[in-house]
């Protein structure tokens, strides 16, 4: 019933802010327009029951963090980490629109980054997280996971099929991974196996058949 109150439901300090009309002041009850000017994304006061309250709000964190190129507060990060498993009770839709934002940004990979880092891909893509320290062979300078950060990245943000393609480009590999006479890695069929996860993948999220 006011706006202190209205402000005090917002899950982000950044978009806990109100501008008046006519005087152009703004209303900052919760240090708002600081995180703004530092590039900060801070939760409304506790960060765990934020995230308690919508666990959507993760993802937002994540697509945030990326699209904004903004560092996460340490206690903000902490209760993602925490909460994470709040995850599992969003809708698929709801995923798969936050995912779809943070393909379009500039460099994916910090929000992918993010997401590993708090066990937030292991709730919503465990298949991805496979990839993580899977070392791969001489033609590769990356390990699996790192190399699909690299490829996400340098795929055109304006085409959304290119950057799906190439974040599930190697998702089969981590399960086909064996090591040869000369110690050298292979991942004969990765492909195969990819192309199999990538639709059980898409099909989880409730992307179009075609």
């Known amino acids: 019933t006011t706006l202190a109150g209205d402000l005090e439901r917002r899950d982000f300090t950044v978009n806990a802010l109100a501008l008046h009309p006519g005087s152009g002041r703004f209303a900052d009850f919760h240090g708002g327009l600081e995180d703004l000017a530092a590039r900060r994304l801070r939760a409304v006061g506790n960060p765990a029951a934020r995230f308690r309250e919508d666990a959507l709000s993760l993802l937002r964190a994540v697509r945030f963090a990326a699209t904004l190129e903004f560092a996460v507060e340490p206690r903000t990060e902490a209760a993602m980490a925490s909460e994470r498993a709040g995850l599992a009770r969003v809708s698929a839709e709801r995923v798969r629109e936050e995912l779809r934002k943070l393909l379009a940004a500039p460099r994916p990979s910090l929000g992918f980054r993010l997401m590993q880092r708090t066990g937030i891909l292991g709730v919503i893509l465990p298949e991805l997280e496979e990839g993580v320290g899977v070392s791969q062979n001489r033609y590769h300078a990356h390990s699996v996971f790192e190399h699909v950060l690299h490829a996400v990245d340098a795929a055109p943000a304006g085409d959304p099929l290119v950057r799906w393609a190439a974040l599930l480009h190697d998702v089969g590999k981590p399960?086909?991974?064996?090591?040869?006479?000369?110690?050298?890695?292979?991942?004969?069929?990765?492909?195969?196996?990819?192309a199999d996860l990538a639709a059980e993948i898409l099909d989880r999220l409730r992307r179009s058949r075609e």
């Open 175 to 194: 399960r086909t991974r064996r090591e040869g006479p000369d110690g050298e890695a292979t991942f004969y069929n990765h492909e195969v196996l990819g």
